[in-house]
């Protein structure tokens, strides 16, 4: 992959990193300043500073990690980490925090905040830190809509499905389990969140998602991204209709209606759409970021709305005893629930969930 380094001058941990790190991507073929900076699918963005310096990306195919450096460690590197990733506007952060020898954190969008732990030696380590690294930046989104104008208001009007995901919504907002513990819309200006909103669908004003197949064979409802899920507004804006996707052009293809314009679908439609195809059985579907002890899990933190994420999550819901009734960890992330129906979704939750998702 092709990789640039910007932002300001490197700290010393930052040096120290990039030290580290750049021998190990070369020698597994990735070039550092392309002739083309704009050719880069990787750009290293070395921050400084509360109010660090974003790198607007043109593309979605390109990846930014943010690394930030603080020889004091914060009281909740979480907390701290978070905002510089969303002010840095990067799809993951790398904070070194301590000194000399920093503890290496990743933060991610998703909210998860893991460590890579120190190893015998550094190239040991950066080995590790690449291959954490690597399968993130390889990764595709697939999160742009396509709207079909073909949903007429009496269809859109007469499925009951929506109500039943909106009560759903609001449930979890009575369970505790749509925190929004960094809200990106008080975070960030208008102009960088329409920005985040365009290069990772993601709105931020509750995580979590929830969906519901229609009466229509091979569609679903499923909430929108940047909404408040715990109260939900009308049928085909607030919670829209998907009837497929277009791995090739990296769409998924919603119905709208000619009175009511669907907001973006959520950005996690892949992951929802590929167990629906797979499972004839599973009727309904939660995401929330919260955990349950003892569940199968992924192995590799892929972000929202990339393919990857979508098969990791499909290919564990396949291997449980019964995929229709699957608890599904997305490590460092969250769960994906499967149900015949949503109700089954909730008897099998309640008081069952952590609010926290542990490190792993
Ligand atoms: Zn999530």
């Known amino acids: 992959m092709d990789t640039v380094v910007v932002g300001e001058r490197p700290g010393s941990l930052q040096r120290w990193f990039l030290r580290g790190l750049k021998p190990v991507m070369v020698a597994r073929g990735c070039r550092f300043d392309p002739p083309s900076p704009d050719a880069a699918g990787l750009v290293l963005n070395l921050i400084t500073g509360p109010r660090p310096r974003s790198f607007r990306r043109q593309s979605k195919a390109v990846f930014v990690v943010a690394i930030a450096e603080t020889s004091e460690p914060p009281s909740n590197i979480l907390k701290t980490g978070y905002l510089l990733l969303a002010r840095a506007i990067a799809n993951v952060l790398v904070f070194l925090v301590g ?84 809200p990106l819309d008080e975070l960030l200006p208008p102009d960088d969140l329409r920005h985040v909103r365009l290069m990772f669908g993601i709105g931020g004003v509750s995580y979590g998602n929830v969906s519901a197949r229609s009466t229509n064979p091979g569609q679903f409802w499923i909430t929108a991204t940047g909404v408040d899920k715990g109260h939900l507004g009308e049928a085909g804006r607030d919670i829209v209709l998907v009837r497929g996707y277009d791995l090739e052009r990296r769409v998924v293809i919603l119905r709208g209606s000619p009175t009511v314009r669907p907001r973006h679908a959520s950005v996690d439609t892949i992951e929802h759409a590929l167990i629906y195809q797979e499972h004839a059985g599973v009727g309904a579907i939660v995401h929330v970021h919260s955990w349950m002890a003892g569940v199968p899990a992924t192995r590799i933190n892929y972000p929202c709305g990339t393919y990857q994420l979508a098969c990791a999550v499909s290919e564990v819901v396949r291997r449980v005893p019964d995929p229709t009734r699957a608890v599904v960890g997305l490590i460092n992330h969250g769960v994906t629930v499967t149900g015949p129906n949503l109700e089954d979704i909730f008897e099998r939750i309640d008081g069952k969930l952590l609010p926290t998702v542990p490190p792993m």
């Open 99 to 182: 000194a000399p020898t920093p503890r290496v954190y990743f933060i991610t969008l998703e909210g998860g905040c893991y460590e890579i732990a120190p190893d015998t030696s550094d190239e040991a380590f950066f080995e590790r830190v690449f291959a954490e690294l690597a399968p993130l930046v390889n990764s595709t989104l697939i999160i742009d809509n396509e709207v079909v104008d073909d949903l007429p208001d009496a269809e859109r009007l007469a499925d009951t499905i929506p109500s039943q995901i909106r009560a759903a919504g609001a449930r979890l907002d009575r369970m505790g389990l749509l925190p929004s513990p960094f």
